[in-house]
C-alpha cells in the first residue's frame, strides 16, 4: 500500500491497497547463450522464448498478464584506450501481438546500449552508458492507446556510475544516476558500504525519482523515492 505506480485505467499515479491481480502463467521458458572470446574482444549470443517477465498485458478481467516473447541478441566487449568499452543489441518479439495493434499487449521492440568503464584516478572508476528502446509499430501503438500518454518512440537514456573504494578497500562509495532525455526523467541511487570485518558489514544509501509526467518511466516512482540503511551479521 506503499508503493506507487502510474495506472493507465486511471490516468493517475495509484498505491493500491491490495495487490494487482495477475495471471500466472506457466509455460516453460527456454534460453540459449554462447560466449567465446575472439582476438581479445569477449563476444556473446542469446536467445530467449518465453514470456514477458513482468504483467505488461491485460486480459478481459483486467487482471495483468505475461504476455509470449521471443528475443534474440548479441553482445561484446573489448579494451580501448585505459578502459574497456561494451556495446550490446536485443530484438524483442511481442508474439502474441506482432503487429502492436493491441492496446492491452506489449509491442516488439529493438534494444541498444553502448558504454564504457574506465579506471579515472587509483580507486575511482567512471562508467557511461547510452541506452535505446525503440517500440516497432508506434503509429498502431498510438492508434490502440486508450490514453494520450504513450511512451516515446525511440526512449533514451543516460546513465553514469562512479564507484571509490577506501579504507584498504573495505569502504565502498557508489553513485549510480540515470537520465532520460526523451522523457525529461531520471534516477539517482546513492550508497556507501562498510566491511567492519569478515562478520560484520553496514550500509546506507538512498534513491531519489524524479520526472515531468507521471506515466514516464522514472517519473512515476517520484513518490517511492526513500532513505535506508543495513546492519548484516553473517557467520
Not at 490516468?11 to 502463467?25: G, I, L
Not at 536467445?47 to 521471443?70: K, M
Given at each position: 500500500?506503499?508503493?506507487?505506480?502510474?495506472?493507465?485505467?486511471?490516468?493517475?499515479v495509484?498505491?493500491?491497497?491490495?495487490?494487482?491481480?495477475?495471471?500466472?502463467?506457466?509455460?516453460?521458458?527456454?534460453?540459449?547463450?554462447?560466449?567465446?572470446?575472439?582476438?581479445?574482444?569477449?563476444?556473446?549470443?542469446?536467445?530467449?522464448?518465453?514470456?514477458?517477465?513482468?504483467?505488461?498485458?491485460?486480459?478481459?478481467?483486467?487482471?495483468?498478464?505475461?504476455?509470449?516473447?521471443?528475443?534474440w541478441?548479441?553482445?561484446?566487449?573489448?579494451?580501448?584506450?585505459?578502459?574497456?568499452?561494451?556495446?550490446?543489441?536485443?530484438?524483442?518479439?511481442?508474439?502474441?501481438?506482432?503487429?502492436g495493434?493491441?492496446?492491452?499487449?506489449?509491442?516488439?521492440?529493438?534494444?541498444?546500449?553502448?558504454?564504457?568503464?574506465?579506471?579515472?584516478i587509483?580507486?575511482?572508476?567512471?562508467?557511461?552508458?547510452?541506452?535505446?528502446?525503440?517500440?516497432?509499430?508506434?503509429?498502431?501503438?498510438?492508434?490502440?492507446?486508450?490514453?494520450?500518454?504513450?511512451?516515446?518512440?525511440?526512449?533514451?537514456?543516460l546513465?553514469?556510475?562512479?564507484?571509490?573504494?577506501?579504507?584498504?578497500?573495505?569502504?565502498?562509495?557508489?553513485?549510480?544516476?540515470?537520465?532520460?532525455?526523451?522523457?525529461d526523467?531520471?534516477?539517482?541511487?546513492?550508497?556507501?558500504?562498510?566491511?567492519?570485518?569478515?562478520?560484520?558489514?553496514?550500509?546506507a544509501?538512498?534513491n531519489?525519482?524524479?520526472?515531468?509526467?507521471?506515466?514516464?518511466?522514472?517519473?512515476?516512482?517520484?513518490?517511492n523515492?526513500?532513505?535506508?540503511?543495513?546492519?548484516?551479521?553473517?557467520?
Amino acid at each position: 500500500e506503499r508503493f506507487s505506480f502510474y495506472s493507465p485505467a486511471h490516468q493517475a499515479v495509484v498505491a493500491p491497497a491490495t495487490p494487482p491481480s495477475v495471471e500466472v502463467e506457466k509455460g516453460a521458458q527456454t534460453s540459449l547463450r554462447l560466449a567465446s572470446t575472439v582476438r581479445g574482444i569477449e563476444l556473446a549470443f542469446y536467445g530467449y522464448r518465453g514470456y514477458w517477465t513482468t504483467p505488461v498485458g491485460a486480459n478481459e478481467l483486467g487482471q495483468g498478464t505475461f504476455p509470449r516473447l521471443n528475443s534474440w541478441g548479441a553482445s561484446a566487449r573489448w579494451p580501448i584506450g585505459a578502459g574497456l568499452i561494451n556495446t550490446e543489441f536485443a530484438n524483442y518479439d511481442s508474439v502474441d501481438d506482432p503487429q502492436g495493434e493491441l492496446a492491452t499487449l506489449p509491442n516488439s521492440q529493438s534494444r541498444w546500449l553502448v558504454g564504457y568503464e574506465r579506471e579515472v584516478i587509483t580507486d575511482l572508476t567512471a562508467s557511461v552508458q547510452w541506452y535505446l528502446e525503440k517500440t516497432h509499430d508506434y503509429q498502431a501503438l498510438k492508434r490502440s492507446s486508450m490514453t494520450e500518454n504513450v511512451v516515446s518512440e525511440a526512449r533514451q537514456l543516460l546513465t553514469l556510475r562512479l564507484t571509490y573504494r577506501a579504507m584498504q578497500q573495505k569502504l565502498t562509495n557508489s553513485l549510480f544516476v540515470f537520465y532520460s532525455p526523451t522523457d525529461d526523467d531520471g534516477y539517482l541511487r546513492l550508497s556507501a558500504k562498510y566491511r567492519q570485518n569478515d562478520n560484520w558489514s553496514y550500509a546506507a544509501g538512498g534513491n531519489w525519482f524524479w520526472g515531468k509526467d507521471d506515466f514516464s518511466f522514472f517519473g512515476q516512482h517520484e513518490k517511492n523515492s526513500n532513505l535506508w540503511f543495513r546492519v548484516r551479521y553473517q557467520f
